[in-house]
């Protein structure tokens, strides 16, 4: 009888490589599947440990350019954030790896697929959602909600002992448990010592970025131009040498992550709420995103009109983090809140001057040839021409209908206690 054929995302790491050497105890022929997301990883060398393990076959598939394409410009262009903090990174790589492994698992005639998402985490529901979407039938075994997975391997420990009786090699050690989740637009930190929100990160757990106190003493510019909302043209210089990079979204993303890095851009540490229910405490590293999204916001203050943005900001922006975030990706409100992030970016055209300096990102000027919503003699106070001053006594007698109905209502009690004795 025939084994029954399982799909593995695996990332060569210590659960992963447990949970394969696990499944193939348990009677499964195993197919390892690894996405190459942009993270830093010796990929061959993670092939060879699972070969070794005894994995019936390995695929890597690169997935960085449908990474940034699909993912990272879309919630560049709606200026996608979670809990007015969080840059959605791992969110973001969820849905292009999620699809990837049931391609493969179909091409290989897989039953299953399987993860190493904890229990008590986001990712094993944005991973098992989406495969239920791209393939409703498929079988998924998840061994950290399965009793006799989670009770024989109780903490980080039992794994790393596990491995060293399987000869195994892993990176974690029992010295520095926490856990990493690295891709092209960010890396991840939680568990270990992490887990107590009072706890500093330590200067070593930091991997993306320049200490930023250490970073250089000497400012870097260069220039972001944008076509609809997505970053096309990348102006910068390297070694006394102007370069420019040009629609070729992969390389931008790099160069603005390497721009970042040098210059300790995009750390934060939060405490979140997990879809779940549960509260967690995560650091990020989120180095060329982080520039790339604040330079698009800046802009769209210049060319996006008020109500659209407006709009786009309380429903568009909010929902979509939202869905990235607890997995909804492949759904019809994803489709429906895309459709609208297009239309909302169609004005959102121009060039941005930045600055990095010490972890910090600076706008040092923007313009657009195309989008004419700004008008400088408008604008000023020291020209009238096309806004006659007077037509504001009007506007304000509109406005002031109601203030002064609710004023008449409330009387002295909107003055409150002011206290007027040291005037």
């Known amino acids: 009888m025939a084994k029954e054929k399982v799909c593995l995302a695996y990332s060569g790491g210590l ?52 990474f940034v394409k699909d993912l990272c410009f ?34 290989e005639n897989c039953t299953a697929v399987s993860h190493g998402c904890t229990g008590k985490g986001n990712d094993q529901v944005r991973f098992e959602l989406a495969f239920y979407a791209l393939q409703p039938s498929i079988k998924v075994i998840a061994p950290w909600r399965l009793p006799e997975f989670y009770k024989r391997f109780a903490g980080r420990n039992d794994l790393l002992d596990y491995a060293a009786q399987m000869e195994i090699p892993v990176t974690s050690t029992k010295s520095k448990p926490w856990s990493m989740d690295e891709n092209l637009a960010h890396c ?5 010592i992490l887990e107590d929100p009072d706890t500093s990160p330590p200067v070593d757990m930091w991997k993306l ?45 790099l160069q603005a992550n390497t721009i970042a890095r040098r210059h300790g851009v995009g750390r934060i540490d939060i405490v979140e709420n997990r879809f779940i ?11 060329g995103l982080t520039m790339l999204r604040s330079a698009h916001m800046d802009l769209e203050g ?39 992030i297009k239309a909302s970016q169609e004005s959102v055209n121009g060039t941005v001057r930045c600055r990095v300096y010490k972890g910090n990102f600076i706008i040092l000027g923007r313009s ?14 020291d020209e009238v021409e096309g806004f006659a001053p007077t037509d504001t006594t009007g506007f304000i007698g509109v406005q002031a209908i109601r203030l002064k109905k609710y004023g008449a209502v ?14």
């Open 15 to 66: 659960d992963t490589s447990c949970i394969l050497a696990w499944l193939i105890e348990k009677g499964y022929d195993v197919v390892c599947f690894m996405a190459d997301v942009g993270q830093e990883e010796d990929f061959e060398a993670a092939k060879q440990k699972a070969q070794k393990i005894g994995a019936l076959k390995i695929y890597v598939v690169d997935l960085r350019e449908e």
């Open 368 to 381: 657009s040839e195309t989008e004419k919503l700004y008008d400088e003699k408008e604008s000023s106070m």
């Open 302 to 340: 210049l060319v996006l009109d008020r109500e659209v943005r407006a709009l786009r900001d309380q429903f568009v922006t909010f929902n979509y983090a939202k869905v990235l975030y607890n997995g909804l990706y492949f759904s019809p409100e994803r489709e429906f809140l895309e459709g609208s």
């Open 277 to 287: 229910g549960i509260k967690s405490r995560g650091c990020y590293e989120t180095p």
């Open 410 to 423: 409330k009387g002295a009690a909107l003055l409150g206690k002011t206290d007027l004795s040291s005037a």
């Open 209 to 253: 970025t320049a200490d930023p106190m250490e970073a250089s003493n000497t400012p870097e510019d260069f220039t972001l131009e944008f076509e609809k909302g997505i970053p096309t043209k990348l102006h910068y210089e390297e070694k006394g040498e102007k370069k420019t990079i040009a629609n070729d979204p992969l390389a931008l993303f």
């Open 188 to 192: 991840s930190y939680e568990a270990g």
């Open 74 to 107: 879309p919630a560049i262009q709606c200026n996608a954030v979670y809990e007015g903090t969080y840059l959605l990174g791992t969110s973001l790589a969820r849905p292009v790896i999620a699809r990837a492994q049931i391609a493969v698992a179909q091409k």
